[in-house]
């Protein structure tokens, strides 16, 4: 089967990451279409992964745009829809990726006469979405998806509940090689080193700067810890959260913290990283679609403590493999820091179940087994 799998991101986000181990095992039989050139471009080469930038020029719909606005962009859309209906001609399915895939997936799909698959990556509630993007994804979806594959159960139920139909949904989880994190002990000692965490207990956000990642509820809770606690940050704001950096950096200045929250940018050592951590911390205060990193907190073997909502729900559970704290309360944070701090063999254990669990449940091979028996039962 040859698919054409199409994501609008320049960048890689978890959405991206995650078609990265999907797309691999198709090799030469699938290609990536984008409709921005940018890092993920590079990331998609160095798998070996055919790519291809389909747009001329990137396309401008934001997550809270009104109806004018959308259909502004959509005639911005036709040369980038000839492209991707002359290339979908050449595969037997078209995979889309994101929303705005979704958009131009579908109507290749009908143009082309191929079958849509539409990976959900996102809950669509409007907490996230305005109500012109929920109803276009919803809609579309409904009318040219043969099979919508949401990456949470917490995301399925999102759908439904915003008019999508049950009947085409799957629920398949991200999947993760789990020998990818596993790094060797001297690159670990190396970056305390260099990063000069020795001796302190660090506590690890990893998440792209947004104000839903809620990476100020950390900061906030650094304020209550004892001093040897420190946190790294590592993200940057990918699509385009300037003004909340800024915000980070003065609650940083504000609170008297700049020895104690290091700003790290964009990391592509994220196993190394998280292995170095004593906690890592997940503190998005909107409901989380999945949570790519506290999957991969859990296979480096690393504590996580999640904001209790959304997909995140799915992945932990409270004292078992991990801890659930409520979305935007610093307050039960500290309390885990603390427990964390004090209780270190209990701690461990918890961790220890988890990579155990985690290295199952997530396994690539079988996730993407998962996805290819969904795809041959249909079209095989
Ligand atoms: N990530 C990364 N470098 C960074 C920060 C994050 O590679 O500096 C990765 C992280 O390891 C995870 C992904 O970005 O795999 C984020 O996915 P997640 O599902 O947690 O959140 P999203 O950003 O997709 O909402
Ligand atoms: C999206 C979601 C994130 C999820 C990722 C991979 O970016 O925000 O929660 O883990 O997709 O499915």
New binding site residues.
């Given amino acids: 089967m040859k698919i054409l799998f199409l994501d609008q991101s320049g960048k890689?986000?978890?959405?991206e990451?995650c078609l990265i181990d999907i797309a691999k095992p198709y090799g030469d039989r699938a290609l990536v279409g984008l409709f921005t050139d940018g890092p993920f471009k590079k990331l998609l080469q160095q798998h070996q992964i055919p790519v291809e930038v389909l747009a001329t020029k990137p396309i401008s719909v934001r997550k809270q745009s009104n109806l004018l606005q959308a259909a502004t962009s959509l005639g911005q859309l036709t040369p980038l829809l000839a492209k991707v209906v002359q290339t979908a001609k050449k595969y037997d399915v078209i995979y889309a990726n994101t929303q705005k895939a979704l958009v131009i997936g579908a109507l290749a799909s009908f143009i082309a006469h191929r079958p849509l698959v539409y990976h959900l990556?996102d809950i669509l509630s409007p907490e996230h979405f305005s109500q012109t993007n929920l109803r276009v994804a919803v809609t579309l979806a409904n009318g040219f998806a043969s099979l919508v594959i949401a990456n949470s159960q917490a995301s399925q139920t999102a759908f439904v509940a915003a008019g999508g139909r049950p009947e085409l949904t799957e629920i398949v989880y991200?999947g993760f090689a789990p020998e990818n994190y596993q790094p060797a002990e001297s690159e670990v000692k190396k970056l305390q080193q260099q990063l000069e965490l020795e001796g302190k207990f660090v506590v690890g956000h990893?998440?792209?700067l947004a104000p839903w990642?809620g990476q100020h509820i950390l900061i906030e809770a650094l304020t209550q810890c004892p001093p040897e606690v420190t946190v790294i940050l590592?993200?940057?704001a990918?699509f385009g959260e300037q003004d909340y950096v800024q915000k980070l950096h003065q609650q940083v200045a504000t609170m008297g913290l700049e020895h104690r929250v290091k700003f790290?940018?964009?990391?592509?050592d994220?196993p190394q990283l998280m292995t170095a951590c004593d906690l890592v911390a997940?503190t998005s205060t909107s409901p989380?679609?999945?949570?790519?990193?506290?999957v991969?907190a859990m296979l480096c073997g690393t504590p996580v403590v999640a904001a209790k909502a959304g997909g995140a729900m799915e992945l932990v559970e409270h004292g078992s493999n991990g801890f659930l704290v409520t979305p935007g309360e610093p307050q039960e944070l500290v309390q885990i820091i603390h427990t964390c701090l004090q209780e270190t063999e209990i701690t461990a254990t918890i961790a220890k179940n988890a990579q155990a669990i985690a290295r199952q449940r997530f396994d690539v091979t079988a996730i993407n087994q998962q996805i290819a028996s969904l795809l041959t039962q249909r079209w095989g």
Avoid: Y
């Fill in positions: 890689p986000g978890g959405a990451l990556h991200n990893f998440s792209r990642k590592v993200g940057d990918l790290l940018g964009f990391r592509t994220i997940h989380e679609p999945f949570g790519r990193v506290i991969e």
